[in-house]
């Protein structure tokens, strides 16, 4: 999935296998298959943004929801991961403040700039349309946690990246994050009042289409699959039976086939 959203430009950690041994003085010993996975406030910022100078921020909490009175939690839901001895949460309040102003309904345009000024809209409505074609419902939308945010300094704009996807690609819990938002409330306002915008919806809509054109065609995830699956096969089949990893490939196969043609 990371490499899902860093194909498509969204900064995104760097996962890969290992086999792990441990020598106890008489040999490697196989401890079997892991996936190591890139901290994202150790190196993924430096290596997509060029410096980690900006407040990085781990989502994590009621208050990362961003809802209307959740304002005297932020501190709590969005933890500090640099910059810790400056207590400064203004760039999240600002966004908050932004995201509930009296101008989205009076004047559209007039909140949209106060937005945009201190949020990368176009990276999280990418990522949006992403995250809702692949089926992830462990993330804002369903719950409020498994995201970062990172006050680039290049835009001076709170940016999106997505984290923790160990329950993307699967029906599983369904929530109420369809393609068409519908049943999205205000208590998701990043989605909401964002969709219920034409201009945003709309581009929103044609990330979709992107998306299942790009970085997630069906034909093309089914061949990766295959591939991944060839090699974790000798260490994961013999955990769980060869028949439920195979059970486990065709799920996977299915709901990206049945996902694609849903969008």
């Given amino acids: 999935v990371s490499d899902i959203f860093a194909e498509a430009g969204i900064a995104s950690a760097e996962t890969a296998f290992y086999e ?8 490697p010993v196989s401890f079997g298959l892991y996936t190591v996975i890139e901290v994202v406030d150790d190196t993924v910022v430096d290596r997509v943004f060029g410096d980690d ?4 921020y781990e989502a994590d909490g009621t208050a990362a929801s961003l ?52 949020f990368d809209v176009d990276t999280f409505l990418h990522w949006l349309a992403i995250n809702t074609v692949i089926e992830n419902w462990d993330t804002y939308g369903a719950m409020t946690h498994n995201f970062y945010l990172y006050n680039n300094p290049e835009t001076g704009k709170l940016t999106w990246i997505p984290w923790d996807h160990n329950e993307a690609l699967s029906e599983g819990k369904r929530s109420s994050m369809t393609f068409s938002m519908e049943f999205i409330g205000d208590e998701w306002p990043l989605i909401s009042y964002l969709l219920a915008d034409s201009e945003y919806y709309a581009a929103y809509v044609a990330y979709v289409d992107e998306t299942i054109n790009t970085v997630f065609v069906a034909d093309e995830m089914v061949d990766k699959y295959q591939e ?23 799920a996977l196969i299915n709901h990206t086939v049945s996902q694609v043609a849903e969008a």
């Fill in 20 to 27: 792990l041994y441990v020598d106890y003085g008489e040999g």
């Fill in 53 to 56: 100078d900006g407040n990085i």
């Fill in 67 to 118: 809802a209307e009175g959740s304002y005297d939690g932020i501190s709590t839901s969005f933890q500090k991961e640099n910059n810790e001895e400056e207590a400064d949460w203004s760039d999240i309040e600002t966004l908050y403040t932004a995201r509930h102003s009296d101008t989205r309904q009076s004047d559209p345009a007039a909140w949209k700039a106060e937005l945009e000024a201190i």
């Fill in 228 to 250: 991944i699956a060839n090699l974790i096969e000798p260490y994961a089949a013999p955990e769980i039976g060869a028949d439920a990893f195979a059970q486990s490939v065709q």
